[in-house]
């Protein structure tokens, strides 16, 4: 069964650094894995989706990398702002089964001017 | 477009009431998804729907049901509210085809039962 983990749980830096969420998966056979922004008392928002096949993805001030074989992901974001301060949750896709989608309980991000 | 809309925002029930979340899309996306999130954790699949006429089963079915008679809605019934239900209910959608098939979310429904 897959299970998806995200650490730290909650993580609260100085705007202007630079910073890495980490998302873990147990179950390699992902199609894809995809890294969503919420904002509190909202729904949620894509900010990059990596296929299977890819290493990384790119918007902005975002980056996240795959690492199917190891089961691993991150989310890195330069130069925080504190209009970047969210919840950031990874969700990962069944190879096969493609509407089995699993999500990370998140990390909570607080930017502090 | 006005995207994945839910309403209500809020609800509290009794136990043992029933009511129906309703969720619709305008972006003619086939597939439909209910989810729930508890407080601290990550989204978990109720029901979902690849097209008009077609449900089935997530993670959680149980105490929930679902219809799909248009591809724009797909409301969410609780027969018997029970406190376990107490959770924010995310509608969702998205494409059938397409790489960056990504998931379109609604607000969400925040539902406590007493």
């Known amino acids: 069964k897959q299970e998806v983990t995200q650490i730290p749980a909650a993580l609260s830096v100085p705007e202007g650094e630079n910073l890495v969420l980490n998302c873990s998966f147990t179950?390699?056979?992902?199609?894809?894995l995809q890294w969503f922004r919420q904002d509190p008392g909202k729904g949620l928002t894509s900010l990059l989706l990596?296929?299977?096949?890819?290493r990384e993805q790119t918007s902005g001030r975002l980056n996240a990398s795959l690492d199917k074989s190891s089961g691993r992901s991150t989310l890195y974001i330069a130069a925080s702002q504190p209009g970047d301060s969210a919840t950031y949750l990874c969700?990962?896709?069944?190879?096969?089964?493609?509407?089995?989608?699993?999500f990370g309980p998140g990390t909570s991000l607080s930017v502090i001017p | 477009n006005a995207g994945v809309t839910q309403t209500p925002k809020f609800r509290i029930l009794k136990i043992g009431q029933s009511m129906t979340l309703q969720c619709t899309q305008d972006?003619?996306?086939?597939?439909m998804y209910w989810y729930r999130q508890d407080p601290g954790m990550g989204l978990k699949l109720i029901y979902y729907?690849?097209?008009?006429?077609?449900?089935d089963k997530g993670e959680v079915p149980n105490g929930y049901n679902v219809s799909r008679s248009t591809t724009e809605d797909f409301p969410l019934r609780l027969e018997l509210a029970a406190p376990s239900q107490t959770s924010v209910y995310f509608c969702?959608?998205?494409?059938?085809?397409?790489?960056?098939?990504?998931?379109?979310f609604g607000p969400g429904t925040r539902l406590t039962v007493l």
């Open positions: 179950d390699s056979a992902i199609y894809n």
């Open positions: 972006m003619n996306h086939n597939y």
């Open positions: 969700a990962v896709r069944h190879e096969t089964s493609y509407d089995k989608v699993i």
């Open positions: 990596i296929q299977s096949s890819q």
């Open positions: 729907s690849v097209g008009a006429g077609i449900t």
């Open positions: 969702a959608s998205r494409r059938t085809s397409g790489r960056l098939n990504t998931q379109y």
